[in-house]
């Protein structure tokens, strides 16, 4: 595999293990006391490496807070700090895979091209974006599907492609906002395990955001719970899996059974 | 007439569309209707229905035919085309750049809007005489004509097509942070591209509209000054002929265009379900 | 206060350039570009003793009768061949090539042909606005639901009152968004016939004074014809919309 292997080497600096702090943050729209408040004294670390899933209802404020990670919206108060810099805007180090994946990708664009792309913003030159490219293609199972348009393909591969793209920008750090809520049940187990998959193999940082109490569990090392309104932490659990996941198995271990048990009662008990 | 039942069909474009089988009773329904329509005007012109001076049918395929012939009428033509087509693309090229200027610059957007406005409901070609007075009956005012016609429609279309870039894309472009010089190139370019077609199309015709206008109206080559002088001399049937084949070149031009037009957008059809 | 700042985004560029252009003009030694100041003047000067008015009043009138001529047979032509599939499919080539004729290349065929009076201009602005008029009508009888197709056709609706009744207002938004595609490029025939051959309206006014170098009338007759051109469209578009109200609310639910 010729996919960013540089992923724990550069110039991070990391205090202890952790890569990624959430410090305090409040997020809202508008201004003043205009400000229509969605996410408030919200915080957590995240470690070089690790899988964490925040899992919250719909409406709750998780793209708002995604948004807020990735540099597209400015804190109201508090930071996210990467790798020992304040993220101020979008950060090299920062890839983000969208919840509209079919609207995200570039329709005019092949494929390829599209996962090409943000190579060429950071001016890198043509041969060496389409080797890019083709690997990171390779890496999400599309090897070979380059000249395709994303019209072309099954909502599935579009996503792929979407994943595709953010490795191939080389980023520590992976943002995903509900990434696989409208695809087919076999599809979105494919696509959960191709992510573990992708994890173990090339130990990128993943935050992924879901409703889906289940898929919180089963990808993450650690689940945040976030609710209430403005939206807070409101629950932290260690799942304990290593990095080794099966469908099957791991849904059936007690430890996720009780883990779904806990977040359940958490959600019901806010509403 | 009878009110038949009919399942929802494809509009008549499409249905004469359908290139790769031939639908030869409809070609041969429309030979016959073409050789109705010409039969008609033919009985027309004996019977003395039509004004007098219009030339009859026969007439009218001599003249024709004798255009083909004649080396003036190619070079009319050939000026015709080059002055429209110089002013369309510079058309193109300055409504396109302003246009998605305008579009994604807000404060510009807000403070051109009316001058946007006034300049595409203003009938440019009364500015004519003014700019004729400038510059004379010269190739420089035809194009300069054609320009102020035709360059509104690519503005306002690539004015409108900016502003509906998705906020997914939007997004994205921000996440990977893409230089603004390529942002334009190759995001919002295509982005607006479908709605500049059309602004382009329209502009073409609008063009040749204008070219053919200021020809007819001043002493400039080209075709519509053919017609022009054909009318002096009375030479009715030549006319025609000259009217036909502006026609067929406004025509030609726009089929051209609809069919680049779905050949190089085909993402466009494709993704809008 | 919010309409206020908005009043002022939009109108700070046009009245800039008004300005520019009044203070560039005013030193013109060049005898084609006067001064705006003279051109205002002759304007005001021209409407007062009438000579304006009744030009306008000419041009106008030309252009509304040949544009409700083509409404007429635009629709009447459009609602037929719309709802005759056949008719459509065969017409539908030689409409597209009418429609495609630089129009203003008719101008000194129909002049030639009618005279110099007012008549061949109305014939002209009629035969250049009757192919969008027509095209759009033809489209718009599309528009009109299958069902409500069937439903006519199996109450036995008589012919008159299912094309007054039921095609016609389905494809009324389709048939004034095609006038509004006509009425520009009416306003230029009638420009354009005017200036090729004409004793009245506001053509003959910017001809007569462009041959008798009044040069200041002539470019206030020609930023006149574009103003009343842009103020046709303007009142037209607030007429479409409020016409098609009951359209624009029905397609919202
Ligand atoms: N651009 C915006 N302006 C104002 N309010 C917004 C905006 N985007 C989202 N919201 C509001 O923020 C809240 C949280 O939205 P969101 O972050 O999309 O939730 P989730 O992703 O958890 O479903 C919602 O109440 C939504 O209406
Ligand atoms: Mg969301």
Partial sequence: MTIPQSIHTGTLTTTGNVLLKVDNIALGYGEGAAEKRIVDALSFDVGLGEFISIVGPSGVGKTTLLRGLSGLLKPKVGQVVVGGHVVSGPHPDIAVVFQDYSRSLMPWMSTRENVAFPLQGRGAGKAERNKEAEAALEAVGLGGQGDKYPWEMSGGMQQRVAIARALAYNAKVLLMDEPFASVDAQTRFDLEDLVIDLREKLGVTIILVTHDVDEAIYLADKVIVIAEKPATVVDVIETGFGTHRDQVATKADPRFQDARARILTRLRHND | ?273 | MKTLTNILWWLWLPVVLVILWWFASAQSTNLFVPPLQKIVESTIRDFGNGLLLTAMATSLVNLVLGLLIAILFGVIFGLIIGETRRLRLILDPFIHFFRSVPQSALVPLIIGAFGIGAEPKIYAVAFACVWPIMLNTIDGTRSVEVGVRQVSRVFGIPKMLYFRRVVLPGAMPQIVAGVRVALPIGIVVMVVSELFASNMGLGFYILNSSSTFRIPETWGGAMLVGVIGYFLVMVFSLFEKRLLSWYFKSAAR
């Fill in chain 2, 1 to 273: 007439m009878t009110l038949e039942m009919q399942a929802p069909t494809p509009t008549a474009v499409k249905a004469g569309r359908v290139g790769s089988k031939v639908n030869w009773g409809l070609t041969l329904q429309r030979v016959l209707a073409l050789i109705i329509i010409l039969a008609l005007w033919q009985v027309a012109v004996v019977v003395g229905l039509l004004p007098s001076i219009t030339p009859g049918v026969i007439e009218v395929f001599g003249a024709i035919g004798a255009a083909l012939t004649m080396p003036t009428f190619w070079a009319a033509l050939g000026q015709t085309l080059t002055a429209a087509t110089t002013g369309w693309l510079i058309s193109c090229v300055v409504g396109v750049t302003l246009g998605l200027l305008i579009g994604t610059i807000r404060p510009l957007d807000r403070s051109t809007s009316v001058v946007v406005e006034f300049g595409r409901a203003f009938p440019t070609i009364a500015l004519m005489p003014v700019v004729m007075l400038m510059l004379g009956a010269t190739m420089t005012m035809e194009v300069t004509m054609v320009v102020l016609a035709s360059v509104w429609p690519v503005l306002v279309q690539a004015i409108l097509g900016s502003r509906r870039l998705d906020p997914a894309i939007v997004d994205t472009v921000q996440i990977f942070r893409i230089p603004r010089a390529l942002w334009f190139r190759r995001v919002l370019l295509p982005s607006a591209m479908p709605f500049i077609a059309t602004g382009i199309r329209i502009s073409a015709s609008i063009s040749i509209l204008a070219a053919v206008g200021v020809e007819v109206l001043t002493q400039v080559p080209g075709l519509g000054r053919l017609i022009t002088l054909a009318q002096e001399a009375q030479r009715w049937d030549m006319a025609f002929a000259y009217l036909f084949f502006a026609g067929l070149f406004g025509w030609g031009i726009a089929t051209l265009l609809a069919w680049g037009e779905k050949s190089l957008l085909a993402w466009n059809r494709q993704s809008d379900d």
